[in-house]
């Protein structure tokens, strides 16, 4: 994945969140998403479009291009990967959903796949699912 940035990345996932609903993002939508004001959403739609991540038509809103979607695709996989793992640890999931987004972005892409690893192995070992009872009853405890 080329180097961009962490805005740049947060962006291409909001629009693909929301193109996922709706087929397209119009600004205000992007600006709700990423709670900002929809002024700073329309420079960076701009710079997005002159980028080629994004194809923008007044009245008719914005969609990804192909290499837009590839990498709005990848951010949201890890962080789906990540929420997914700390709600394995019971991080409420507006938490953990939160965190995910600090996450995304920093983590080595060898580190996102051994945690999508080790969070196959804990969703469907036996004996993990012990541990993870273990563990249930000691949060019930606290």
Same mark, same amino acid.
């Given at each position: 994945?080329?180097?961009? /940035? *962490?805005?740049?990345?947060?962006?291409?996932? $909001?629009?693909?969140?929301?193109?996922?609903?709706?087929?397209?993002? &119009?600004?205000?939508?992007?600006?709700?998403?990423?709670?900002? @004001?929809?002024? /700073?959403?329309?420079?960076?739609? @701009? =710079? %997005?479009? @002159?980028? !080629? #991540?994004?194809?923008? +038509?007044?009245?008719?809103?914005?969609?990804?291009?192909?290499? !837009? &979607?590839?990498? $709005?695709?990848?951010?949201?996989? +890890?962080?789906?990967?990540? &929420? /997914? #793992? %700390?709600?394995? #640890? *019971?991080?409420?999931?507006?938490?953990?959903? =939160?965190?995910?987004?600090?996450?995304?972005?920093?983590?080595?892409?060898?580190? %996102?796949?051994?945690? *999508?690893?080790? /969070?196959?192995?804990?969703?469907?070992?036996? =004996?993990? $699912? %012990?541990?993870?009872?273990? #563990?249930?009853?000691?949060? !019930? !405890? +606290?």
């Amino acid at each position: 994945m080329p180097e961009i /940035s *962490r805005k740049t990345e947060d962006y291409l996932e $909001a629009i693909l969140n929301i193109s996922l609903v709706k087929g397209y993002a &119009r600004t205000k939508d992007i600006a709700e998403e990423l709670n900002i @004001q929809p002024p /700073s959403v329309v420079e960076m739609i @701009q =710079k %997005l479009s @002159q980028t !080629g #991540f994004v194809t923008y +038509r007044k009245y008719e809103g914005v969609t990804l291009t192909d290499n !837009g &979607r590839k990498i $709005a695709e990848v951010v949201k996989d +890890r962080h789906e990967t990540l &929420r /997914s #793992f %700390l709600e394995l #640890f *019971r991080v409420p999931e507006a938490i953990a959903t =939160k965190d995910a987004c600090k996450m995304e972005h920093e983590l080595s892409p060898e580190t %996102l796949a051994q945690i *999508r690893l080790f /969070s196959a192995f804990l969703k469907e070992s036996p =004996k993990a $699912a %012990l541990i993870l009872n273990d #563990f249930e009853e000691f949060l !019930g !405890g +606290r």
